[in-house]
């Protein structure tokens, strides 16, 4: 929810206003779909990166706002907790160099903004949830200033009626209760964006949701939270129950939760937007000046503010979204699996792993989802944020497979068949690719690192869960710096 809101009371009369709003939206948009002019050109890519904040003892360093006020940069914002930040690189096409465009992009951006947290005696880091938080760190006070964070709080809670229980059983088990959302703030994740036409909307969300599993194995990089060994993307698991809205008597009924999966092939990005619309009750009834239906009479392209600030409060893993650039609308699929880091050069692989995929899987001649029950592919998600790279996932006919066969076999040749019909440099392409084979082939990625190396300190060094993860990230964040692929780091 990147709006900013200025008030946090909403009566009933708002609230009906709103609702009438979205569908009024909703009903546009339907209209659009059929007789529009969607922006439809080369298929632009987009990144957005959370980061962390660290002190100089790896723990989490409540200063975005200070950091923001020394960068003066627009790429950058502030995100849920004092320890976020938020970059939002430049759109690009990622034929060509364009994937070099990006590193070189990312690594100055990062690197500034490393540059000037230093001059507080802090430094940025690249990580899914920073494994020396806790409970103390994620609370209503450590919100960043903005007042959205705290409007959402008050509305997610007050939905809730309740306190939000957090049970997560992995390596380990955590339990625990919080009155806010503010340990949501711990789950930072990287989001890749793909610009497609109306037409084929609905096969890059289906491709996006049928990898979602096997980007989660190859990209895990969130094995702790709160000094307990969890899931190898434990942000998952947090993510889905610290922004929950429902009461126990909701779950039991089966009403669908805010972050959502999905429970469907689609056949058209209406699907997605409809849906949000029938199962989610408003969190923000905000309303704009705008009516779109005369928006569009007068031959104008409407914001449809309500529809995209509800889609906004509901946290799809694959998300749809409708924008406006240079006065033309267009469409976009937001994926939002992968946790952020380790390093850029991860990032980028991570990246052209996903975008050659979906796009050779959108045009093969049998689209995988038509071989693959929608209930696998979630379950196949939900078993990679559990094992990481260890995983076994079903894919067509293979049955049941380790990810690291299945992607080294099967799914990188496809990706770098995409990557080429998106003419993207056969150099880049085979680098970046390579750097995900050699993760499968030494069966180390992020979250394996980070466990191995906080291992090693306890058994070698002696040093309790504590100090050997404070150790463990600051040894992270320096292996970062030097941008090499987290497979080839040493773990003692």
Known sequence: MGKDVASSSFSRDDLVRYRRKVRRCLDVFALMLSDFRFDTGRPMTGLEIELNLIDADAGPAMLNAEVLDQLADPTFQTELGQFNLELNARPRLIEGDGLDQYDEVLRDSIGRADERARKLDANVILIGILPTLTPRHTVLDNLSTNPRYRILNEQIVNARGDETRIDIRGAERLQLSTDSIAPESACTSVQFHLQVAPDSFASYWNASQAVAGVQLAVGANSPFLYGRQLWAETRIALFEQATDTRPDELKSQGVRPRVWFGERWITSIFDLFEENVR?????LP????????EVVRAGGVPQLAELRLHNGTVYRWNRPVYDIMGGRPHL??????LPAGPTVTDLLANAAFYFGLVRELVE???????????????????????????????????????ATTLV??????????????????????????????????????????????????????????RAALHEMVQRYAGYARTNEPVHTWPVD
């Open 286 to 293: 905000i309303c704009s000046d705008e009516d779109p239906v």
């Open 332 to 337: 976009r699929v937001e994926n939002r699996v």
């Open 279 to 283: 199962y989610f009750a408003p969190l």
């Open 364 to 402: 093969a001649d049998r689209p995988v989802w038509t071989q693959l029950t929608f209930s696998a592919a979630e379950e196949n998600f939900h078993a990679a944020a559990r094992a990481g790279i260890e995983a076994s996932l079903f894919w067509p006919r293979r049955g049941e497979v380790r």
């Open 408 to 465: 080294r076999d099967l799914l990188l040749p496809m990706a770098a068949n995409g990557l080429d019909k998106f003419g993207v440099d056969a150099a880049i392409r085979n680098r970046l690719l390579g750097v995900v084979e050699q993760r499968c082939a030494t069966g180390r990625n992020g979250a394996v690192w980070q466990v191995e190396a906080v291992q090693a300190a306890q058994r070698n060094r002696r040093l309790d869960r």
